[in-house]
């Protein structure tokens, strides 16, 4: 059977993947074999989202209304409830349900009707808590396909731990990701030394470290020193495999969507308030803006590098009539020329100009010259990938030491 759970966490407390954790370990309590504990990440875009968007699977061999039953008796126990965005779902399904439901869940909005649809066709059986919103998530778990996955390891406090701040050895931390990236990633940012695995909310999660097997997540997790965590899992995941992404042109583009858009940047990259930089670029369609915002740093010097006429591919949420980038792709480089007044040929002096579409005018002699002097200027950035530093990085969203995105 595959059990699905979502939706048990609030701000204030409590984490699907721990609930799933325990619950793993219950069912396997019970003589049960868990064949695979899965993480997957949805449409990072919905606004009912606690923090991650994330959804659990568990893969068991057993009987399934006891692993109902189990399942629902965790999240009664477990589940914070007051929380009114709380709203809890369970699914224990004999298959694997229809890969298109995962697939529009993480790419799209689903409506709860959607999810029961599937649910009552398929003969599942599901609870739903409060409004039930959470049996979308349940559902998309149960139902995911992972063409490409990976893997991490989270480490969970002792609940008597809870909201208190966490002890891990930041050293250690910089010591594991210089063992094992690019094999792992995202544990820490090198360039701007910032620790990223481990979270700063309430939740029971100490530490994660992501990798592509399970013996790499295991070899970073083995060099780090914490305090003693309760218990630790290792999920299969969909993170880092920009799933979230689908193709778009500037003239298609929905809200809360997610795409990899190609086109030419129409402007030159403009700083605003708050050090948030933007541009736009077109294709044969329309016109759309591109955000690289202040928290993706030194992303934001590539983007600022950028000049007209440049051709790349956007990858990001499309929110507010913008694309959010998570990373570009520069395809090719257009020549950066600038324009100055010229030199007057008899004085030897700078030219002014004579007002907009008049032309240059020597203030000594009055000599009339029409065209600018055409500076080149040599480009900074070269043609490929370039991405956000692992502080800005969504879960989703495939960090570039995990391989080249087609073109
Ligand atoms: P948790 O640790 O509980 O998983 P979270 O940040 O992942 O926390 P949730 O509390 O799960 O967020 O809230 C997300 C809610 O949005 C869930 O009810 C889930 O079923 C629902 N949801 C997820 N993806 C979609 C989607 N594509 N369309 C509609 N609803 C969705």
Same mark, same amino acid.
């Given at each position: ?116 649809? =599937?649910? @009552?066709?398929?003969?599942? *059986?599901? $609870? +739903?808590?409060?409004?039930? /919103?959470?049996?979308? #998530? ?114 298609? =583009?929905? @809200?809360?969507?997610?795409? *990899?858009? $190609? +086109?030419?940047?129409?402007? /030159?990259?403009?700083? #605003? ?135």
């Amino acid at each position: 059977m595959l059990i699905g759970i979502d939706d048990t966490d609030s701000p204030t407390g409590m984490c699907t993947t721990y609930l799933g954790a325990v619950l793993a370990r219950r069912l396997i309590r019970e003589h049960m074999k868990v064949r695979e504990a899965r993480l997957v990440r949805l449409n990072p875009n919905v606004t009912f989202k606690t923090r991650g968007n994330a959804a659990i699977a568990l893969d068991v061999d057993g009987d399934p209304a006891r692993g109902f039953e189990l399942a629902c008796g965790i999240v009664e126990e477990l589940a914070d409830f007051s929380c009114d965005k709380t709203n809890p779902g369970v699914v224990v399904a004999g298959e694997r349900l229809d890969p298109a439901f995962y697939r529009k869940a993480v790419t799209d909005f689903c409506e709860i009707e959607e999810a029961t649809e =599937l649910l @009552e066709r398929s003969g599942a *059986r599901y $609870r +739903g808590w409060k409004n039930r /919103r959470g049996l979308v #998530g349940a559902t998309a778990a149960v139902a995911s396909v992972l063409p490409d996955k990976t893997y991490e390891i989270l480490a969970y406090r002792e609940p008597a731990h809870w909201g208190t701040p966490r002890e891990v050895d930041r050293e250690s931390l910089f010591v594991a990701e210089e063992a094992t990236f690019p094999h792992t990633w995202d544990t820490v940012d090198l360039a701007n030394r910032v620790v990223v695995c481990v979270p700063h909310t309430p939740d029971p999660v100490l530490f994660g470290i992501r990798g592509e097997s399970p013996a790499w997540v295991m070899t970073g997790r083995s060099l780090i020193e914490s305090e003693k965590p309760a218990l630790e899992q290792i999920w299969v995941t969909n993170q880092g495999t920009d799933s979230h992404l689908v193709p778009g042109t500037c003239g298609s =583009l929905r @809200e809360g969507l997610s795409y *990899r858009v $190609r +086109g030419v940047v129409t402007g /030159r990259p403009v700083t #605003g308030e708050g050090g948030h930089v933007s541009f736009a670029i077109r294709d044969n369609e329309a016109e759309i803006r591109c955000m690289a915002y202040e928290p993706t740093k030194n992303f934001r010097e590539i983007i600022r590098a950028l000049v007209p006429g440049d051709e790349i591919i956007a990858a990001g949420s499309y929110k507010k009539g913008s694309i959010n980038l998570e990373k570009i792709c520069v395809l090719s480089l257009a020549r950066d020329l600038r324009h100055k007044a010229p030199f007057c040929t008899v004085c030897k002096k700078r030219m002014t100009s004579d007002g907009k579409g008049k032309g240059y005018k020597c203030r000594r002699c009055g000599a009339h010259e029409l065209e600018p002097e055409e500076q080149e200027i040599p480009r900074t950035i070269r043609t490929g990938w370039y991405e956000v530093p692992p502080t800005a990085r969504r879960h989703l969203a495939k960090p570039l030491c995990r391989g080249m995105p087609d073109r």
